[in-house]
DNA sequence: CGTCGGTTTGACACCGGTCAAGTGACGTGG
DNA sequence: CCACGTCACTTGACCGGTGTCAAACCGACG
């Protein structure tokens, strides 16, 4: 539990609580961890395609978006990060270049060096073992929109995206799962649906009657089970842990 | 490098090396896991969707799919497992039901349970790292499969797809690039790429001009510059080491 | 010779893309 | 306070890429 005004690294420590056991030394070590705030404007490119960095990148505050620019600059987004997720964990691991980093909203950043991460990493298994869950976590996500860009038309594909969204706003305390700030345009949803953005305000129009409305960047799901239903949204993939945090013996 | 015939473990500790430095007793500990092999048939599932495992599954030989299983029965594949990957490696981190795994051909696999594997991680930090690059190496691949689903139309991502099984085979030394046996049927190509049976046949045959054929389960591509830039196939993102595998200090 | 799974082909329907015009909210500067 | 530009959203008409359905083909195997 943090006690006062959690700090940008509690974010992180929490998100990292909700699936994996950390001592208080370990605990201390995560929350002491070097950093350098940035605040970067909407539509920015935190990290451009195809560089390398030395940072990883923990949300603060905002939306932050990973994508695929292909030769056209048609943008495929890849993941979206919240507040509390790191965005470049797995670089730490493997410096990834290839992909960029955008902001979809002004949005507070922390940058954090790899090597201390990596160091972290070594000095403590527990804390690697964190690490690597949490990297685990963001592929099953990916997995699963795999899944969903793959073999679901337009409308279950978007409903899904935003029962997702809602899922993981809500787990990181951003609001409820049926209503939902999500500080991205329709055009950007659309990159991340795989459809377009004239396409994407039809689809949001066919899921209306089923109470899903977006306005004014927020979204308002009135009954979530149909919406499931229609999504086939089965939240297990997101790895949440249902009860409390787990504890380090 | 192998001195004698490769053992089913050589494979898995050799695609470890290709990305990170691992020490003698370290190697020795992973060559010394508990296994049991397998043998599968074709389209028989491993692992049922839904299903929990406490076992990895290391594919010694043949093609191993990961998919997605939708309601009305439709899959997509989300991954495909060569000879020398591991399976479920993520799930040490992370138990993971809700996808399955299904052999695309007789295959010969081996379970390693996931305690063991989780105690080798807890017990050197190198394997540890290593175990993570690998599910991160895993992860790269899940995320260009969503640019490739979401913003390639079907000649280009079948063709990007190609290239990456090439690319995958040829460094796991099963072939070469432009030449390599795939073990699947179209239908799986298509679970694969999003599209129906029907259409990837389709797709397949605009291809041949580019002198791309696939007959009797072998992949042909008579010019690889060609078929890299209609698919826009840059490896980086399959984190492959082009040079010697790294070294233990 | 018959069966079966996989592949190939054709005809047709429909989802989603494309292009283009128009609306509405908001901020800026006159 | 209004004129204007910008950006996001909206709508319509049309087109093309894929899906669907159904039939035929083909090679492997019994």
Redesign the interface.
Known sequence: MPLSTPTPLQLFLNRLLR?SPLGRQEQEAILGLRNRPAQVEPRQDIVSPGTATAHACLVVKGLVA?F?Q??DG???I??FYLPGDMCDL?SV??S????GLEALTTTTVLFVPHADL?QL???H?RI??A???D??????I??????N????QAAPRLAHLLCEMGSRMEQAGLGSKTRYNLPATQAQLA?A??LTAVHLNRTLKTLAPYGVTFRARTVRIEDWGPVVEVA?F?P??L?LRTGEPARAA
């Not at 990916?142 to 899944?147: F, N, P, Q, R, S």
């Open positions: 699936r990973r695929d292909m030769r048609k943008r495929q890849v993941s797995h691991a493997v990834t270049p290839g992909w990596a990493a070594q000095d298994s690697a073992m690490f690597w869950r990297t685990t976590a963001d592929a099953s990916l997995a699963k929109w795999v899944g860009l793959g073999r679901r990159d649906t795989g086939e089965d297990a993939y790895l």
